[in-house]
């Protein structure tokens, strides 16, 4: 008797579970049916000759054995047979060659096979949760989802979803300034869905260009509307990005549309992104141009392209380069990524002042070469590229010290107060 009632809570046990897991009833009867059949089939070698019905209304479930009468003498096989004399036990008008269904009980097959059973149906439902994850999530990839962190590990963090499912940001997709405690809410784009050897992992990004984009997409309804399309992003998530917008309606104003009234629109999605600076640019199909406005807010005197190997060389005044190169770098950087050339800052020089300029590498004896190459690095080539430019630019943007910045505009300033 215990065993039966043991074997009857299996039905039970797994139920509970179909309704904390969302598997649907259908699967659930299907599983039950095959985690039966599966049993039944390594204790006796097949499991044809077996009717395995599931009850989940009722919790239960039957299971009916069919096999064929043959004479007492004739008799090899318990399972596929059933000896006449046996048979006319049960129905005494049964004959050989007639086939007898009975039913049998589970818990007599013994304890290894109510075992059994239960380690079939953990390892089925697994599966299935483990099949129901990843459907749910590889049609999310490029969504917006909020979760709740559950744990905070080194190199990334697990969330839980509404349904307890986990979810891994690692630390590499989390904005630089990211810090979250045990319990708080994120929200981040589904950057992909790993599934090697069927277990699935959930991988959630907020560096991605698309977590920006979906993020415009909710507080723009133009965007939303298809009215206006982001045709192309550039981030150094934490720091600045860089967006371009179009509309095809001329009464839009795409720009305007996505900074919002005062701001209103870009302020949410800045403070989601940790005070990252968004630039929004009018979209455009010339490439001169879109890299004028690219290189905003600095202006651009002029521009030589080499579309071949998607090079432009952009010349400014001395007061502009600052503003193109940006801070740290990033405007030039940013602009790069987003019109997709290698650009290449210049200094305006009037053409006759050019021959009497010096290239920079010409000093290497006197400069020591990284002082050289890190002034090169922001754009600038000649020696008149220097000394035309703020002092404060020369420390700033090539991270050089006062000291340094003041030797190299003595050695340069003394060499033409030597051709004087």
Not at 3 to 32: C, G, H, P, Q, Y
Not at 84 to 113: C, H, M, P, W
Not at 187 to 216: E, H
Request: hydrophobic share 40%; net charge negative; aromatic share 6%.
């Amino acid at each position: 008797m215990a065993k039966k009632e043991e074997t009857a809570s299996l039905v039970d046990t797994f139920a509970e579970f179909k309704d904390l897991k969302n598997i649907d009833r259908t699967t659930m009867v299907s599983v039950l049916e095959e985690s039966f059949r599966s049993v039944i089939a390594k204790m006796f070698g097949t499991d044809e000759n077996y009717d395995v019905i599931v009850n989940p209304d009722k919790g239960d479930f039957e299971i009916w054995r069919n096999r064929e009468v043959v004479a007492d003498e004739d008799l090899t096989n318990p399972n596929l047979q059933i000896s006449l004399s046996e048979a006319q036990k049960i129905d005494a008008s049964y004959e050989v060659g007639e086939e007898v269904t009975d039913e049998v009980n589970f818990a007599s097959f013994g304890r290894r096979a109510i075992l059994n059973l239960r380690q079939t149906l953990s390892s089925k439902i697994l599966e299935l949760e483990k099949d129901s994850l990843y459907n749910k999530y590889i049609d999310k990839v490029g969504t917006i989802i909020s979760a709740e962190v559950y744990q905070i590990w080194k190199k990334e963090m697990l969330l839980l979803d509404d349904e307890g499912n986990e979810l891994l940001l690692p630390k590499t997709e989390q904005i630089p300034s990211d810090f979250y405690h045990k319990g708080e809410t994120v929200r981040a784009v589904v950057d992909r869905v790993d599934n090697k050897n069927n277990n699935p992992k959930i991988i959630l990004s907020r560096t991605s260009p698309v977590f920006l984009q979906r993020l415009f997409e909710l507080e723009v309804p133009e965007i939303n509307d298809g009215l206006i399309t982001i045709k192309k992003i550039a981030r150094i998530p934490g720091e600045r990005a860089k967006i371009a917008v179009e509309s095809y309606d001329d009464r839009i104003d795409p720009v305007g549309a996505c900074v919002g009234v005062k701001g209103s629109r870009i302020h949410g999605i800045v403070r989601e992104l940790r005070n990252e600076n968004i630039d929004v640019i009018n979209y455009t199909a010339n490439t001169q141009l879109f890299i004028q406005r690219a290189l905003s807010p600095a202006r651009i005197s002029s521009i030589k392209l080499n579309e071949e190997e998607r090079k432009a060389e952009v010349f400014l005044k001395p007061e502009e380069v600052s503003l193109a190169i940006g801070k740290g770098g990033l405007n030039i950087k940013l602009a790069s990524m987003l019109t997709e050339y290698t650009i290449d800052v210049f200094r305006d020089v009037p053409e006759d002042a050019g021959d009497e300029d010096i290239y920079l590498d010409e000093f290497r004896d006197e400069i020591e070469g990284w002082i050289i190459d890190a002034i090169k690095n922001i754009g600038i080539e000649t020696a008149k590229g220097v000394l035309n430019a703020p002092r404060e630019m020369l420390i700033e943007q090539a991270d050089l010290e006062e000291e340094t910045v003041d030797e190299v505009i003595r050695v340069l300033k003394k060499e033409f107060d030597e051709e004087d």
